[in-house]
């Protein structure tokens, strides 16, 4: 009997090879990392007659799709699968076991486990408690090589542990340097993909820049500094050669442009409430701005919940942008909250402010934020400010990557504004400038 397997791309080839104790194969997307880990646990049961296998990730969806349904169908002469057991048994004894788990609260009927190697595929989306409870399953008194392989993108709650280990080689004294083994995956190594798919690197292509940069060219370094470096404010000779930036001199808002107020109530820091006027194209303008406290926001004066909405019922009966106006407000959902007493929404509507609640979503809210902050193929961003919005143009280019969740923001930031404009930017949703970014997001 024949079993054909296709032949593997130079990256794969060393990833197949390797005999590292902990083996990482990561960088950009679509590189061949799961048709490796597939093809390297075949190989393996073939070698070691009796060996245990386990393969993870965090649902079976996934597991199914990438792994059970194609080996399935590659061993379909030499293999058993058993669905009740989520395993695969070849007739030399070895086995296959697919595991889920979902989140940290899963881990305990890993309790107990042993397997010989583990393949733990797209693990950024694992916590470091993950991997050292899972790791911790890779034992046992028998001959058969003991072995972590991993693949990973950058980007995910285990972001910082993987690329510690395996891409700044960073190691406690618990840790020996020579059990790792790192493999940088590249998308243009997969010639089978950018045959069947051509399409494909135009999608990472048309990635905002930062995941772009991670996921096509496999960085990791990306999720560090600036967080909205697409921010773009301008300077004198953007305004002499008339290109375009987010910052913008005032202009008379025409009456019928659609008005958007969004709003994030700051407990014990400053509030935001930013008005937007949306055209006739769908592009937005931060035309107004009241923000934090009275006078200088680091003083931390705080007005009182109906001292604020009394302010913004104010502005919007008298200011011409907005008086008579229809105004869809959106909100911080925590000021839905009673526990701490009256909900601030009471004193809202109390003083006729009305708000809808915001879509809290935070990773797909800044995908939003920088869709619009995207330029066109004419050079035209989806949202501009008006200079006058000072508030807004001082915090944005401060906030900072968050060191924990990666690709979110550092949350001890002045980050009321970036908060407003996400449910802003989520209640008035717009797709990708290029289509093609679409079936990503
Ligand atoms: N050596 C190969 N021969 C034939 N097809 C391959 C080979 N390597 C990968 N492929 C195919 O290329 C496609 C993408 O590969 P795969 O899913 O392994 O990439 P990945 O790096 O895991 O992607 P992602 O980052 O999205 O998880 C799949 O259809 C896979 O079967
Ligand atoms: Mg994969």
């Known amino acids: ?147 972590v392989y991993i693949t990973c993108n950058p980007g995910g709650i285990g972001h910082m542990w993987v690329k510690r280990l395996f891409v700044d080689r960073v190691y406690s004294s618990m840790e020996d340097p020579n059990d790792y083994s790192f493999i940088k995956s590249r998308v243009f190594d997969n010639k089978a993909l950018l045959a069947a798919d051509p399409e494909y690197v135009k999608q990472l292509e048309a990635l905002p820049p930062k995941l772009k940069k991670a996921w096509l060219d496999g960085d990791w370094d990306i999720f560090e500094g600036q967080f909205f470096d697409d921010f773009v404010i301008g300077d004198e000779r953007a305004q002499r050669e008339r290109r375009w930036t987010h910052v913008i001199d005032p202009f008379e808002v025409p009456r019928d442009y659609v008005i958007y107020r969004s709003f994030d109530f700051g407990y014990s820091k400053p509030f935001d409430c930013s008005w937007w006027a949306v055209d006739y194209d769908g592009r937005a303008y931060l035309i107004l701005q009241l923000y934090g406290c009275t006078g200088n926001p680091n003083e931390g004066v705080k007005w009182s919940p109906d001292r604020i909405f009394e302010e913004i019922h104010n502005i919007e009966t008298s200011h011409k942008w907005l008086k008579n106006k229809r105004i869809i407000g959106v909100a911080d959902p925590s000021i839905w909250d009673a526990s701490r007493g009256e909900a601030i929404i009471d004193s809202a509507d109390r003083n006729f402010v009305h708000f809808d609640r915001g879509d809290n979503s935070r990773i797909a809210g800044w995908m939003q934020c920088h869709r619009r902050l995207a330029f066109d193929s004419e050079g035209r961003p989806g949202v501009q400010f008006f200079n006058t919005c000072r508030h807004a143009i001082r915090t944005l280019p401060l906030l900072q990557f968050s060191s924990v969740r990666v690709e979110d923001l550092d949350t001890t930031g002045e980050d009321h504004f970036a908060d407003s404009f996400r449910y802003f930017c989520m209640a008035k949703p717009i797709r990708a400038i290029r289509r093609e970014e679409n079936e990503l997001f």
């Open 1 to 147: 009997m024949k079993l054909i397997i296709d032949k593997p791309a130079e990256r794969q080839e060393l990833f197949l090879a390797d005999r590292h104790k902990y083996i990482a194969f990561g960088g950009a997307r679509g590189g061949g990392k799961s048709w490796a880990v597939r093809v390297k646990a075949l190989l393996m049961c073939l070698r070691y007659p009796g060996i245990k296998i386990m393969i993870v990730r965090k649902t079976y969806n996934e597991l199914e799709s990438n792994h059970i349904k194609p080996l399935r169908e590659m061993t379909e002469h030499i293999a058993k699968y058993t669905e009740t057991k989520k395993q695969l048994t070849f007739c030399n004894g070895s086995q296959i076991s697919f595991r889920a788990c979902k989140n940290d609260s899963e881990l305990d009927k890993f309790q107990g486990t042993e397997f010989d190697v583990l393949f733990l595929d797209e693990a950024t989306q694992f916590s470091e408690e993950t991997w050292n409870r899972l790791r911790a399953c890779v034992r046992g008194v028998n001959n058969f090589p003991k072995r």
